[in-house]
């Protein structure tokens, strides 16, 4: 019986795998096909990979998603890590409402976000842009990277730091040799995933890109609407094989926590 039970969970975990990863398979396959009309059986080709470096557009949006990207990264990664210490390390009155409304932003549908930020930008006089963007991704990736950050404090404690300053370390020397360092795997987690939401976000982009400046999930969706090429597949699958490098490295260089 418990045979049979391994059995039917192992069937049900292939079959849950081949549905998500064979469409990303075929998609792949169809980026190299010569076919618009992705005819089989496949003509292999890189004349999609061609049309992607004479389109200019694509290009811009891809280094525009980028630069926004790493800098919602760095900012609510930096600014993330200062709310989560002062949350974790003071008691002041309002602490936990705050907390609370770390909660909202993300429960929210973006749709509505997206809406409130574009009336917001007006409102305020910013307009739209990527000065909005970038604005408006820093303010939805603070909350997970304020999280991230905050279990890792919440789970570090302060027996070390406490330590540290009964041996005679000044507050800054305690920050800079102790703190930091113990709490430096969820600043670079929070970082990480900020990165990931900003460059993902279509939603706020869309409803804050200003003509001529895109991000490159608004682009795709500008490029799908005229009429789907094959192109699109080589930029997923481009997507998909860079984020596939980038994850290998960091399960080889990080032990997530477990010690060999």
């Known amino acids: 019986m418990s045979s049979s039970i391994r059995l039917l969970g192992q069937a049900l975990v292939t079959l849950v795998i081949g ?19 992705y005819q089989l059986p496949i003509e292999w080709s890189l004349r999609w990979f061609n049309d992607l470096l004479a389109d200019q557009r694509l290009q811009e949006a891809a280094v525009n998603s980028v630069l926004i990207a790493t800098a ?101 020397q305690v920050a800079l040799r102790i703190t930091l360092p113990l709490i430096a795997p969820g600043i670079v987690a929070a970082s990480l995933f900020s990165f990931a939401t900003s460059f993902d976000m279509f939603v706020i982009s869309y409803f804050l890109a200003a003509p001529g400046q895109t991000t490159l999930p608004v682009e795709i969706y500008a490029s799908i609407k005229e009429g789907f090429t094959p192109v699109i597949n080589v930029v997923s699958t481009i997507l998909i094989l860079v984020s596939f490098v980038l994850a290998v490295l960091i399960s080889r260089l990080h032990d997530f926590g477990t010690k060999q």
């Open 19 to 37: 549905f998500l990863y064979l469409p990303i398979l075929v998609m792949i396959a169809m980026a190299f096909n010569k076919s618009p009309y």
């Open 72 to 172: 919602t990264a760095v900012i609510a990664g930096a600014l993330g890590t200062l709310a989560a210490l002062g949350l974790a390390r003071y008691r002041f009155f309002g602490r936990g409402f705050l907390k609370a409304l770390l909660l909202p932003p993300i429960a929210i549908p973006w749709v509505i976000i997206g809406c409130a930020m574009l009336i917001l930008a007006f409102w305020t006089g910013i307009g739209r842009g990527l000065h909005a963007i970038l604005i408006s991704h820093v303010a939805l990736s603070l909350p997970y990277a304020i999280m991230v950050v905050g279990s890792r404090i919440a789970g570090q404690g302060t027996a070390c730091e406490e330590a540290a300053a009964t041996l005679g370390a000044n507050p800054r």
